[in-house]
């Protein structure tokens, strides 16, 4: 995909609102120059009354484990103690930096959603105040999903499936394709309906086919979980019809493509007339399902998957007519499960929370409610979370940080060595035209047009997902609005749009320990500092570098410097294929290779812009701790986070991102912190200067 983050938080047990959105469940002031002038400084320090939140200068010292020996675990020295001694919340898969942000967003949301609850006709007090009434939810079971279930039912043969299948698109139900709009990869400008793989009720094609004896427990929960949906809506033979459907998956599964496969933006463009994505399975309706899910009348679809699509397509028509209802019927109350009846929201977390993600309790009532409404409409939440908690000189400081880390990006692209001058100049141009976005759109999403009742939870989630549906289908035939976020202000994250040659970074991420205006500037560019070098280099990584300075997907670079590019990333490939996070389970280097250039590239950045920062000064010394040493704990402490072991095992399989630990361990390629920490050939974690890995 050409958005990237910068992490991925806990899987929320509650399903994403209009799942046919604009690439992710992600929800993207102006446009600023790429390059500050040398020498530009960076955060001011912090007078003496205004003290950083964390610790004397904005790094928690007590979480440290100073009897680890930092090269032999950079992350424990720095974390250990406060790995220790934090416990992971009963209702989280893992915990650490981001979540505790994330708890925070979410306690501001409830504040906000509870007094707009006061005033009926409020459409976000209304929508939260129809999650909260658990009596009137319980009382109506499954009853909101009945006409649904009943129009799958009633089906006379496979077109009319086929045609309800488009019908259950708008509604959010991800099956069996998974769909959205975004820009053309090759024409920006232009908005265009996407395909791409979905269907399965598990997290991955691996989920299906692996031997792996712990994943062989994960298909029998799956199992389990769709005999219990049949049996709650009162379906008999639900063991044979549950086994049905797990054939019919692992048949999907089989056609699936794999995660890195997936990833690669040249494999995954492939441009189809509706003709054409016929052929791929001619026995399946598209002529009905193009007609119900509102896109009949466009000339062409990016197909990121062609063969998964089209091998998908042809399992469906040759599936029995009952089996395929069956599917078809699980998979939308699988999505609306979260919103009817508690053992229906039971069943959902049982086996989306406990079983996949080792979750031993479901988060309250209000948190579930919070992520339900931010999720339908983040925007309006948004506007009252940016009043209150993102003051403008916040933002200000924040754009001063970008300007400088953007500058720092710049200099080091003209000093690269192995390089050449025209592809410098191509990528520099790239850099000039690239547009920040910091805190919070420009132009707040209008939600008039959404319907939403104080008494109907389950309708309101199913008007949420048509009114998205639709107003991503609005943007068709149409110029992009380039200042749309995908992210609302609430999130703690940021991301790279390569269509559109963009960073993004929302309000909620801009607070400590990744960005405190009273913290040490060393931790600040350690934090925050290196988070925008993560998505400022993402555009010039193994996929964001085969987009150009329009934000075209196009050849650009010349082929020797692809090689000499493709030599380097091999090297961080091997490094990161090293690391055994589980017994047996090893990080997937190419997998997580984007995201592990961000980071090489982001600390790279982050320290020269730090340096840049001092205007030639030398950095204090404080709490006995150089400018450098301060510099890397500040990046080793966003990664503070714990897991339980069916979250990192998912992770390993399903995530681009590194587990935290080996995040934080890319420090081991830089020489400067081998002199800060006085890491010696006997460390752990030690790499002869030769064997670091050096891109940017």
């Known amino acids: 995909m050409k958005r990237i983050l910068i992490a991925l938080l806990a899987t929320s047990t509650l399903s994403a609102c209009a799942t046919t959105g604009t690439g992710t469940t992600t929800a993207e002031v102006a446009e600023q120059t790429a390059t500050v002038a040398e020498g530009a400084t960076g955060p001011v320090a912090p007078a003496p009354a205004d003290a950083p939140q964390l610790g004397s200068f904005g790094f928690d010292t007590a979480g440290m484990d100073r009897s680890v020996d930092p090269g032999d675990s950079f992350y424990d020295f720095a974390n250990g103690t406060w790995a220790k001694t934090t416990p992971i919340p009963a209702d989280r898969s893992n915990y650490g930096m981001f979540t505790m942000l994330e708890d925070l967003s979410n306690e501001r949301t409830r504040e906000i959603l509870e007094e707009h609850a006061k005033t009926p006709g409020s459409k976000i007090g209304d929508f939260y105040t129809s999650f909260m009434d658990r009596a009137a939810v319980n009382a109506e079971g499954f009853q909101p999903l009945v006409p649904v279930l009943q129009t799958i039912d009633q089906a006379k043969n496979h077109a009319e499936l086929a045609a309800i299948m488009g019908r259950l698109n708008r509604l959010g139900v991800g099956a069996p394709f998974a769909t959205y709009v975004d820009s053309d990869d090759k024409n920006p400008d232009a908005a265009i309906f996407q395909f791409y793989q979905g269907g399965l009720g598990l997290p991955d094609r691996d989920y299906y086919l692996s031997d792996d004896a712990n994943l062989a427990g994960k298909r029998k929960a799956y199992r389990d979980y769709l005999v219990q949906l049949l049996k709650l809506t009162g379906e008999d033979n639900a063991e044979a019809r549950a086994d049905a459907i797990m054939a019919l998956e692992t048949d999907i599964a089989e056609a699936h493509w794999t995660q890195v496969d997936s990833r690669d933006a040249q494999k995954t463009y492939n441009k189809l007339t509706p003709a054409q994505l016929a052929q791929a399975a001619p026995e399946f309706a598209w002529d009905g399902y193009l007609k119900t899910a509102g896109i009949a009348d466009q000339p062409s679809f990016i197909v990121r998957q062609p063969t998964a699509i089209g091998g998908t397509a042809k399992v469906l028509t040759s599936a029995p007519l009952t ?82 880390v953007l500058a720092a990006m710049d200099r080091r692209i003209q000093n690269l060595s192995w390089m050449a001058p025209e592809t410098k100049a191509r990528a520099r141009a790239k850099l000039a035209a690239f547009t920040p976005k910091i805190g919070y759109p ?126 380097l990333t091999q090297a961080l490939v091997e490094q990161y294929n090293q690391y055994e996070p589980l017994p047996g389970k090893h990080v997937n280097g190419q997998l997580t290779l984007g995201e592990n250039i961000g980071d090489l590239a982001g600390v790279t950045i982050a320290y020269d812009a730090y340096l840049t920062s001092l205007g030639g000064k030398e950095p204090p010394v404080i709490d006995g701790m150089t400018g450098a040493q301060r510099f890397y704990l500040g990046w080793a402490q966003i990664w503070r986070r714990n897991y339980r072991e069916d979250n990192l095992l998912q992770r390993l399989i399903t995530d681009p991102h590194a587990p935290s630990r080996e995040r934080a361990s890319v420090v081991r390629n830089f020489d400067e912190w081998y002199k800060a920490y006085n890491v010696s050939p006997d460390d752990t974690l030690y790499l002869s200067p030769d064997a670091r890995v050096r891109i940017w």
């Open 323 to 404: 089996v395929l209802k069956d599917y078809l019927k699980l998979h939308t109350l699988d999505t609306y499960a979260p919103y009817l009846s508690d053992p229906f929201v039971d069943a959902n977390f049982a086996f989306h929370g406990t079983a996949l993600n080792g979750t031993p309790e479901n988060q309250d009532l209000w948190k579930r409610g919070a992520n339900l409404v931010t999720n339908a409409m983040g925007e309006e939440v948004g506007k009252y979370y940016v009043e209150r908690y993102f003051p403008p000189e916040a933002k200000a400081a924040a754009d001063e940080l970008v300007g400088n």
């Open 442 to 567: 420009e132009k707040w999403r209008d939600y008039s047009a959404l319907a939403v009742a104080r008494d109907d939870l389950a309708g309101n989630v199913m008007r949420a997902n048509e009114f998205e549906h639709q107003r991503n289908l609005d943007k068709l035939g149409k110029p992009i609005d380039r200042g749309e976020w995908f992210m609302t202000p609430m999130t703690i994250n940021a991301y790279a749009n390569f269509t559109w040659n963009e960073i993004v970074f929302p309000a909620a991420i801009l607070q400590p320990p990744f960005f405190d205006p009273n913290a040490d500037p060393a931790v600040n560019y350690g934090g925050i500092g290196a988070v925008i070098g993560h998505e400022v280099s993402h555009h010039f990584d193994d996929q964001g570098s085969k987009y150009s300075e329009t934000g075209a997907l196009e050849e650009w670079w010349t082929p020797a410097d692809v090689k000499r590019f493709e030599a």
